[in-house]
């Protein structure tokens, strides 16, 4: 016996509209989006940062804390702090404006990749001079990987299998019980 059942679906209309810098964003350029928890987008351009609320975009630049203009959305953690980066730090979005805090050798970041927070709770800072975590109001560095404290990783990414990563020239997996496996890597000259 075979039951037809007619169905009747109907197709939702998508609303699509283009924000530009007629609407409040600093710049038609964007680099990075983010949503953070308390439902904010968190918008990145070289002219720097946006929260829009749905209806309007409330822009921080230099005299609003961020060290740079060229500012990256970055993340909310669970404590509700948002965190941004721009090339050369991290920031938190702290009574409506940006606080830069200490890197242990500042001199030596040139590039910031990411921020993160990590299972722990603990919040990371990828740059091009090694991993920094957030301790008690300064990024201190850590080591991950032993000979790699100072090299630049790109990536972190948190699995069941343990924490891979990405120093650019090697990939390497950092298992739960302490041991190392060597993904790939490139060979230096």
């Given amino acids: 016996i075979i039951i037809s059942v007619p169905f009747h679906t109907m197709a939702q209309e998508m609303a699509i509209r283009i924000y530009t810098a007629k609407d409040g964003l600093p710049s038609t350029y964007v680099t990075s989006t983010y949503q953070d928890k308390l ?7 070289p002219s720097g940062l946006s929260r829009f609320d749905g209806k309007y975009f409330t822009n921080y630049g230099i005299g609003d804390g961020l060290p740079d203009t060229r500012a990256a959305a970055g993340l909310m953690d669970n404590h509700l702090r948002f965190w941004a980066f721009t090339p050369r730090s991290a920031i938190e979005y702290k009574s409506n404006k940006f606080i830069s805090y200490a890197f242990e050798d500042s001199e030596n970041i040139r590039w910031v ?11 990371w ?5 090694g991993i920094y975590q957030f301790n ?4 201190v560095k850590i080591k991950l990987y032993p000979g790699y404290e100072n090299n630049s990783c790109t990536t972190i990414i948190e699995t069941d299998e343990g924490v891979y990563i990405n ?3 090697l990939l390497v997996l950092k298992k739960p019980d302490g041991t190392y496996k060597i993904i790939g890597g490139l060979k230096t000259p």
């Fill in 113 to 123: 990749f990411q921020v993160l927070e990590t299972k722990e709770g603990h919040i």
């Fill in 39 to 45: 439902g904010y987008l968190w918008v990145g351009s």
């Fill in 167 to 169: 120093y650019g020239n």
């Fill in 125 to 129: 800072c990828l740059t091009n001079a």
């Fill in 136 to 139: 008690l109001n300064k990024w």
